[in-house]
Nanobody, 124 residues
Framework: QVQLVESGGGLVQAGGSLRLSCVASGRTFSSYSMGWFRQAPGKEREFVAFISWSGPSTYYAQSVKGRFTISRDNAKNMGYLQMSSLKPEDTAVYYC?????????????????WGQGTQVTVSS
């Protein structure tokens, strides 16, 4: 497993932008695919975005497609989620996660390394 720590959350007005970061330590981060998930109060944790271990393959939940961009820098052991045109319904705790399972992964159970989460609050 890798250890993951998120940062970059905060309070932003609707229409604004935030960039979340995820720093990895431990095992070789470049061999892990990465995902971002979010969990709003009273709701289940849901998939947001995925990026493959090598970086060229990405996938997004329909609710964020065109507004969020996932990326990674394996040389720095970093992952990112650029969020734009934020909406109040994007308010949640955001988690980065890592998996060594090959192929596109969107299920929380496919990821075995998780960060502690960072709060994103979008005001209307």
């Amino acid at each position: 497993q890798v250890q993951l720590v998120e940062s970059g959350g905060g309070l932003v007005q609707a229409g604004g932008s935030l960039r979340l970061s995820c720093v990895a330590s431990g095992r070789t981060f470049s061999s892990y695919s990465m995902g971002w998930f979010r969990q709003a109060p009273g709701k289940e944790r849901e998939f947001v975005a995925f990026i493959s271990w090598s970086g060229p393959s990405t996938y997004y939940a329909q609710s964020v497609k065109g507004r969020f961009t996932i990326s990674r820098d394996n040389a720095k052991n970093m992952g990112y989620l650029q969020m734009s045109s934020l909406k109040p319904e994007d308010t949640a705790v955001y988690y980065c996660a890592a998996t060594r399972i090959l192929g596109l992964r969107t299920n929380v159970h496919d990821f075995d390394s998780w960060g502690q989460g960072t709060q994103v609050t979008v005001s209307s």
